[in-house]
């Protein structure tokens, strides 16, 4: 699987949408790029993933830029609890690993 | 999504004594898998279990010291034996579900050996 590479902290004031960017120039055409967040001491929990194409759900957007080497996790509107451990994963196929770098550590201030 | 718990949801354990945790997820799945998080650091995969064969461990886990069980399509077990301090951690299960390939994680067993 590829590896990612993210800024290991980022702040973010309240209300504001949060952009976490995220490196995988070695990505390969049949990988996934997921999006994971660890609140403090909980479980890791899925946001979003895709492919080629740009995603959105309820929780954030994922825009993968056209020759998928990078992609940018966007949370519109951060609240505080949002505050959290972001992980980029990439992975190929059904029944992969998931490989956890280091993620970025999100702070949301008020 | 899949909801899954673990019991306990936290332990303290003595030095040379073993803890077994379970993960229960409420449908079918196939595949579970078991990840280490050790203090103030990222999860790493300990192994994958699926139903019906014996677990797959990562390099630097062997099955004395993390042995698996899955008996069936909605329940694993993860016994850390022989504990030292150095097992202090959060251990998560995960499964691979609803409907699609992503993996979605349990609440995690906190353990502090002693």
């Known amino acids: 699987d590829a590896k990612t590479t993210q800024p290991p902290s980022m702040d973010c004031a309240e209300g504001r949408a949060a952009n976490l960017p995220c490196n995988h120039s070695?990505?390969?055409?049949?990988?996934?790029v997921y999006w994971y967040r660890q609140i403090h001491s909980q479980g890791p929990q899925y946001i979003i993933h895709?492919?080629?194409n740009n995603e959105t759900n309820e929780m954030a957007s994922l825009i993968i830029t056209e020759d998928r080497k990078s992609s940018t996790l966007i949370l519109p509107h951060a609240t505080l609890r949002d505050t959290a451990v972001y992980y980029c994963?990439?992975?190929?196929?059904?029944?992969?690993?998931?490989?956890f770098g280091e993620g970025t550590q999100l702070t949301v201030n008020p | 999504s899949a909801v899954i718990s673990q019991k306990p949801s936290r332990d303290i354990c003595q030095r040379g004594t073993s803890l077994t945790i379970q993960c229960q997820v409420d449908?079918?799945?196939?595949?579970m898998f078991w990840y280490r998080q050790q203090p103030g650091q990222s999860l790493t995969l300990i192994a994958t279990?699926?139903?019906?064969?014996?677990?797959?461990?990562e390099s630097g886990f062997v099955i004395d010291k993390f042995p698996i069980s899955r008996p069936n399509l909605t329940f694993s077990t993860l016994t850390v034996s022989n504990l030292s301090p150095e097992d202090s951690s959060i251990y998560l299960c995960?499964?691979?579900?609803?409907?699609?390939?992503?993996?979605?994680f349990g609440p995690g067993t906190r353990l502090t050996v002693l």
């Open positions: 995960s499964v691979e579900g609803g409907g699609g390939d992503t993996q979605y």
């Open positions: 070695t990505i390969s055409g049949n990988e996934y």
């Open positions: 895709g492919l080629k």
């Open positions: 994963i990439v992975i190929e196929t059904s029944g992969s690993r998931l490989t």
């Open positions: 449908s079918q799945v196939t595949m």
């Open positions: 279990a699926n139903q019906g064969s014996e677990a797959t461990y």
